[in-house]
Nanobody
Framework: QVELVESGGGLVQAGGSLRLSCVAS????????MRWYHRPPGQERELVAS???????NIEDHVEDRFIITRDKEKNAVFLQMNDLKMEDTGTYYC??????????????WGQGTQVTVSS
């Protein structure tokens, strides 16, 4: 079965850094755009960054000076480097991918999320 698995979250002090990873596995034909979403406590998830199959990246304005999204297309992986973390960055980070699979065709796949907690 096709899966998306995130990792790299944890507890970090304000001003610190974390690098989130997401890897897609299974009977995948091709992975197109991959995205990172952030769900703050008590709020709905919101797009943070995206990167397409050609490596073109887009980062939301409020974090573009601190976050970087990269991709390893061969490994079906996407990463989110988060620098100068602030308490408002706390929440669950989800990986999402648009992909073609051998079974199921084209679909949007979501990971289970990884928790990031920024402390003072």
């Amino acid at each position: 079965q096709v899966e998306l698995v995130e990792s790299g979250g944890g507890l970090v002090q304000a001003g610190g850094s974390l690098r989130l990873s997401c890897v897609a596995s299974g009977n995948i034909i091709v992975v197109n755009t991959m995205r990172w979403y952030h769900r703050p406590p008590g709020q709905e998830r919101e797009l943070v960054a995206s990167i397409d199959e050609d490596g073109y990246a887009n980062i939301e304005d409020h974090v573009e000076d601190r976050f970087i999204i990269t991709r390893d297309k061969e490994k079906n992986a996407v990463f989110l480097q988060m620098n100068d973390l602030k308490m408002e960055d706390t929440g669950t980070y989800y990986c999402q991918a648009d992909l073609w699979a051998i079974e199921g065709g084209y679909s949007n796949l979501w990971g289970q999320g990884t928790q990031v907690t920024v402390s003072s």
